[in-house]
């Protein structure tokens, strides 16, 4: 029996219960570049005044506050690297001439993370054109013994894309050409500073989209995705970077010395330029050294353009958003639709009912369905509509039988789609709003994914604001958030190590998406034996022996 | 208009002119069990004696000519390793108790490769059962200097998988448990050699499938497969294993050194193991280290272990094979067909004319459609059969309306399903059996894939028997083939480098999924620049400092 409460199932229907007003709804695209993207002209952007991004539940103040050094707050000892002199400074002028910034003010936006929870205090940003300049500056910097921090969106959540001392900011803002694009194949070949979202109106004109798609599309880089091996919506259908990226340019620091050499390396002062831009859907001619770099946060290379292969744009895109009464029912969800939906389903995401509060109360948006201890928000995309509205049919009409979901909406047009999908992505805008935030990024079996968030509830009691969970079920990823009014160390004490040690237990990954970066760099160990650390530490030595490039990020201080 | 040829449009019909005798119709997985796989009781297996793979026309004979060993048919020097002796022999003994061969005729199987081109003269193979059996070999082996070559199913085509000189084979055929499967998420965690069609079957059975096919799958080792990055007949539509491969375990011959001392390697004799058999869709918590192994060859690091990710099982599997008028149709074929077809699109695969005579004359198949210069073979997988074929019938009509094709036949039955991919399947076969065969796996921008091959018939006139051109149209990657009666220094002369000239003047790949080996190592450069093969270099030197694992293969000598 379908209930009343879904009255026009299985036909294509809309149920937005209440209209987002206007300032609520400013579209996500629109809230990350104004937030996040410090643009050419203006490169502080909007981070220093945004009410959007600071935290705190107050709108009304024209400037927020300042966020705390990162070298205050964190118990992390410069190493000896060199400080810019002036005569560095005339040097970076002859390699990026008239792009080289020291304005306080401008270097204000990229010292800090869009998060305002880590800042470097560097005094100098460069902004390459080309990939020829990033080799130049690296050779000088290797020489030089200079810390570089690569740059992309600025849009990371473990601090991993700002300096945490004095580094220099390399930031690949300038470097967002599309160098080709093949009509046929759909492989895409681009700077690694095109903005995703360009790149996807990119190749959405020409009958493509991008392999993959997230929150910060509006400011983020292709080559930070690349780097930070970004996951995001629709890595349920596409699946990873490793698997889509076809290519990478990157730069080195060092480069690889002779083979005579080999044990000991006689490092030249030269950043080398790795080319291995292929765009071929195959490859096996020696070992795929691109792999290295995807997910290496901008610490064993610079990546300078990306090659990667683009799915066809599917014809016809519906999302349902669905209530559920239970975890186990939207488990049962999910399993069910992975049958039903079979080739057509792009997305399977779920929220529970404490982060609808949260985008109802921060950002006054309304859920279109009826009050449910959770939600879920799956996405078809399919080459033929009515095929897949009939697909989507059965499939609902199921699931309302068998009362594993309550109520739901559906949508195809894409402004409401646009919509449902806001009521999800603007969950973490929606936290940052709450107060101090913790987050946690994991990955777990999908049958334990909602135990933490329970457990910590219990755990927390009335130390915390909230406790929710959301994020990627169908890729087995929470998002697990705690919101508290401010600071507070036994809340952190009470949160860690305990979150790492229950995802270690379950043979979780203590990152499932977001990285290491600065904040995330010393957990590493609780997801990966100390052999694969060690390795780790090694192949850093390898490609960047003095350590200049991203220093502080990704592995844990040595001993 | 849809011609009379194909009268039954766009119902779902079968078309097979003419019945396989029952000689010629030995299933392929049979044909590969009993020509590749040293089963545990018969270790010599069929290699040394069956008829289907062995070169020249007769299957008379009840013994294959010898195969001139690779130390004699190539100029390749060994390198000073230890030569195993009795104590070695007693310690193997030791480590792998009952499980140490060294009767010569047994070693037969595993010391030639199964297209009978290269043969090694090692005097030991070890099976070891468990991980730590091969750490404990490696160490050994490390310790003594003693080479290692890891085989799994012995069905490369490039000579990797087989001893240059003597060394130890390290088998992984007793390493064949599946370790444990995940029946939500499709996580298939299991020893690596496990063999592949087996590993099919055991997931076919539980509603999965696994994301690779090929030929060999009936005796391929998992683990090999990920060693060499296999392609194959999923690739299309499940992506590479680097996208699909979730965790692996290895063991490299030396361990990652201390920290203290990463310049300056201070070997210890160990096997590292690896372990990073994570069975998470997301992690991202420091380097991606798997991924330096993937494709690797045996080269880096012993694959022990698989952690992969499989796609459900297709409830409708439709396969049409179809006659093209010439390659520019095949291409629009293509291009409709990505259109029409969209998520359900499974395989885009093509022949050419002289292919199809190949696998006439040589066993017995006949072609389904009338004769045509192009033949492809198009395979869906979807959800719902309905669904797929109509999308199926709306895409043959318009092909067939627009004279893209010019004769199709359509089989949705599993048995005449793999009636039509044994055309496509066993060309390899035929080939084989044509004479001396010369083989190229390239990759090439897909508007250019064709151009090669017509152009080597013009270069080559009467030299060769015959130039075909068949493979994975949808993943841009050739097959070419030259056959002769016998070996010619001329014809291989005339053929290369002018070969891989032509594919580095496309910025093509010289080895798409095959890999390089032993035979194609030293082309390494016509694909990668020589930045990229110094750290290649570096990388061998950093996991295996005395290059005891599978030397001579996947990289040049050094100068």
Known sequence: MVPHLVPRWPVCLFRWRAACTLGACVPQSAWARASRTPGPGSPRGAVGTSPLVRRGGSSSSSRAPEVMLTRERYPVQRLPFSVVSEEDLAAFERITPGRVVTDPEELEASNVDWLRTVRGCSKVLLKPQTTEEVSHILRYCHERNLAVNPQGGNTGMVGGSVPVFDEIILSTA??????????????????????????????????????????????????????TNAGGLRFLRYG?????????????????????????????????VLNC???????????????????????????????????????????????????????????????????ILSAFEFMDAECMQLVGHHLGLVSPVQESPFYVLIE?????????????????????????????????????????????????????????????????????????????????????????????????????????????????????????????GQQGSVSAEHGLGFKKKDVLSYSKPPAALQLMQQLKALLDPKGILNPYKTLPARA
Chains 1, 2 share one sequence.
């Open 380 to 504: 078809t995309s399919g080459s033929r509509a009515g095929h897949d509205a009939e697909k989507l049919s059965s499939f609902l009409e199921h699931v309302l039988d068998f009362g594993l979901v309550t109520d739901g909406t559906l949508a195809t047009d894409q402004r409401r789609v646009k919509m449902l999908w806001a009521l999800r992505e603007r969950i973490t805008e929606a936290l940052s709003r709450d107060g101090c935030v913790y987050k946690y990024d994991i990955s777990l079996p999908v049958e334990r994914l909602y135990d933490l968030v329970s457990d910590l509830r219990a755990r927390l009691g009335p130390q915390a604001k909230h406790v929710v969970g959301y994020g990627h079920l169908g890729d087995g990823n929470l998002h697990l958030n705690v919101t508290a009014e401010a600071f507070s160390a036994s809340l952190l004490g009470a949160l860690e190590p305990y979150v790492y040690e229950w995802t270690a």
């Open 277 to 343: 831009l292929t765009s071929l859907r195959k490859d096996n001619t020696g070992y795929d050294l691109k792999q290295l770099f995807i997910g290496s946060e901008g610490t064993l290379g610079v990546i300078t353009a990306v090659s990667i292969l683009c799915p066809p744009k599917p014809r016809a895109v519906n999302v349902a958003f669905l209530g559920c009464p239970g975890f186990a029912e939207v488990l049962q969800t999910f399993s069910t639709c992975k049958g039903m939906l079979g080739e």
């Open 240 to 272: 990873s970077l490793h698997g889509t990226v076809l290519g990478l340019e990157v730069v080195c620091p060092a480069p690889p010395p002779q083979v005579c050499t080999l044990l000991h390396p006689q490092v030249l002062a030269d950043g080398t």
């Open 174 to 227: 300038l470097m967002n050409q599309v160098i080709s694009f093949h009509g046929v194949s759909g492989i895409l070949v681009c700077q690694a500073g095109c903005i995703l979202e360009e790149l996807s109106r990119y190749v959405e004109e020409r009958d493509f989209i991008m392999p993959l798609d997230l929150g910060a599309k509006g400011s983020c880089h292709i080559g930070g995705n690349v780097a």
